[in-house]
Each structure stands twice: as structure tokens, then as C-alpha cells.
């Protein structure tokens, strides 16, 4: 049984571009969270998408902007990439309604911006 | 500012040795969750502590959250260089689906052999 499987493992942008990250949640769990971890510090929730539909929002702005697919897949786009912008980006999923259910989590994608 | 502090920041120990960390925060949780995380990877679930003054032993790792439900610790018992890796809190929103969770800076683990 595949984890969640995120794609992918290191990138590396320059200032200004665009940049589209993806993650396949772990087999039957339909709700997928996308979390921020910089350098030194634990991760920032960004997102979460349930049916196809962005749930709930952390403090990010808007050029962080995300989609989930009829497979429960989902992808996180950065806009306008800046410097600070470079972090370890975590995918996360867990089936909506559960409870405690164990979150599980991707091994991200190191994003590196110049 | 940080929802919830962890301390130390970083602990570095010799193989053998016992170890306190912590987790605190002004706002109540409704439950406090720790992560391992190893480099290059993403957090694992340890535990979930749920009951104020509840006491969970993983092996040699003992959990405790706060009767509060404001704080929680977590002690290893003769520590291993596997035991090695950044140690993670983390407390849901109130009123959120679990997805959402504010995490602590962590505590860095060096665990020498």
C-alpha cells in the first residue's frame, strides 16, 4: 500500500517563475493539506482540499494557489516565486471525518529558489 | 509568535542518557500530537494525547499532556543514535478536521553513539 507519494523531490526556480508540485494522498483517504516547512522551523499549514474544493486557508497570499483532481490527487501552484518562498513543501492526507486518523505525510518537495 | 514553543531547541546526548522536551502553549488543545521527522523526509506520527493528565508509553518515549490540555512533554529513556531527529508537537484547530495543524518549531535530537 503506497504512502502519500509527492513529486518532485528537489526543485530549483529562479525569482520570478512559476512552479506546479504534486501529491498522490495515501490509498483511500480523500482529503489532502499542503504544509510549508522552512529551514529551522515546523511546518505552515497553506491549504487543504476536500472534494475537489479548497477547505480551509492558512496566512499565505494568494499567488499559492492549489487544485484537487477527481482522484483525490492534488497539485500546489506558487506564482511570482520569491526568495523566501524556498522550503520543504509537505503534502498530507487523511480521510474527512474521522477524527484522530492518522495523518500521514509525503517526504516533500524541496523547492530551492534563486 | 509561535501558537506552540518547544524546548530546547536543540539537545545533543550521549547514547544512554534520559531526555526531557517540551511543549507549551497559552491556548488550550483539544489534542496534542507528536511527530518524528528524519531528514529528507516528512513528520511521522508518534502519539496522540487527548485526556488532560494522560500518560502514553511508546517504548522507552513517555508522553504526557498537561491536565490543562496546555502543555505536553515527551521523555526518552536511554536514548539511542537512532532516536535521532527533529521532534515535533502539534495541536489542531479548534473546530478544525484534523488536516490542519499548528505545529511547533521542533526540538533538533543528536543522539551520539
Known amino acids: 500500500d503506497a504512502g502519500v507519494t509527492q513529486s518532485p523531490t528537489h526543485l530549483i526556480k529562479t525569482r520570478g517563475q512559476q512552479v506546479t508540485l504534486r501529491c498522490s494522498p495515501k490509498?483511500?483517504?480523500?482529503?489532502v493539506s499542503w504544509y510549508q516547512q522552512a529551514l529551522g522551523q515546523g511546518p505552515q499549514f497553506i491549504f487543504q482540499?476536500?472534494?475537489?474544493?479548497?477547505?480551509q486557508r492558512g496566512n499565505f497570499p494568494d499567488r499559492f494557489s492549489g487544485h484537487q483532481f477527481p482522484n483525490y490527487s492534488s497539485e500546489l501552484n506558487v506564482n511570482a516565486l520569491l526568495l523566501g518562498d524556498s522550503a520543504l513543501y509537505l503534502c498530507?492526507?487523511?480521510?474527512?471525518?474521522?477524527?484522530?486518523?492518522?495523518?500521514?505525510f509525503g517526504s516533500g518537495t524541496q523547492l530551492s529558489v534563486l | 509568535t509561535q501558537l506552540l514553543e518547544q524546548s530546547p531547541q536543540f539537545l545533543s546526548i550521549q547514547e544512554g542518557e534520559n531526555l526531557t522536551v517540551y511543549c507549551n502553549s497559552s491556548?488550550?488543545?483539544?489534542?496534542l500530537q507528536w511527530y518524528r521527522q528524519e531528514p529528507g523526509e516528512g513528520p511521522v506520527l508518534l502519539v496522540t494525547?487527548?485526556?488532560?493528565?494522560e500518560v502514553k508509553k511508546l517504548k522507552r518515549l513517555t508522553f504526557q499532556f498537561g491536565d490543562a490540555r496546555k502543555d505536553s512533554s515527551l521523555h526518552i529513556t536511554a536514548a539511542q543514535p537512532g532516536d535521532t531527529g527533529l521532534y515535533l508537537c502539534?495541536?489542531?484547530?479548534?473546530?478544525?478536521?484534523?488536516?490542519?495543524?499548528?505545529f511547533g518549531r521542533g526540538t533538533q535530537l543528536t543522539v551520539w553513539p
Open positions: 502539534a495541536g489542531p484547530e479548534r473546530g478544525s478536521t484534523l488536516g490542519r495543524l499548528y
Open positions: 494525547v487527548v485526556t488532560g493528565g
Open positions: 482540499y476536500y472534494e475537489e474544493e479548497e477547505r
Open positions: 490509498s483511500g483517504h480523500d482529503t
Open positions: 491556548s488550550v488543545f483539544s489534542s
Open positions: 498530507a492526507s487523511d480521510r474527512m471525518g474521522r477524527g484522530l486518523e492518522k495523518l500521514f
